[in-house]
């Protein structure tokens, strides 16, 4: 069973920084699709990154240049690096693991302030 663990989010100005993280339970890390994806109040869940096994990135085009996506597959940990924040970046952020199936971390709290 695939656990995911997210951490890294909080309350941030416009303009600012933060990273989120996201640790994976099980064997099947390194051969899965990783995505970052997010839910701001009232609107759909989208996708905003992912990663594929051997590095492949791609990107919503509404953080395209300002988020970067990477893996550490010796630490089963993807990471989502978040420049230049707006405040329209604030949503619960979610890791996602697809390899068969699809999982699910419990997400974490972006807030980004004026």
């Known amino acids: 069973q695939v656990q995911l663990v997210e951490s890294g989010g909080g309350l941030v100005q416009a303009g600012g920084s933060l990273r989120l993280s996201c ?3 099980g064997s099947e890390f390194s051969i899965a699709v990783m995505g970052w994806y997010r839910q701001a109040p009232g609107k759909q ?3 905003v990154a992912a990663i ?3 590095g492949s990135t791609n990107y919503a085009d509404s953080v395209e240049g300002r988020y970067t ?3 550490d597959n ?6 989502l690096q978040m ?3 707006e405040t329209e970046d604030t949503a619960v952020y979610y890791c996602n693991l697809r390899h068969q199936k699809q999982y699910w971390g419990q997400g974490t709290l972006v807030t980004v302030s004026p």
């Open 45 to 47: 869940r989208e996708l």
């Open 69 to 71: 996506i990477s893996r």
């Open 83 to 85: 420049n230049s924040l």
């Open 23 to 25: 640790a994976a339970s």
């Open 52 to 54: 594929t096994s051997d």
């Open 74 to 79: 010796a630490k089963n940990t993807v990471y």
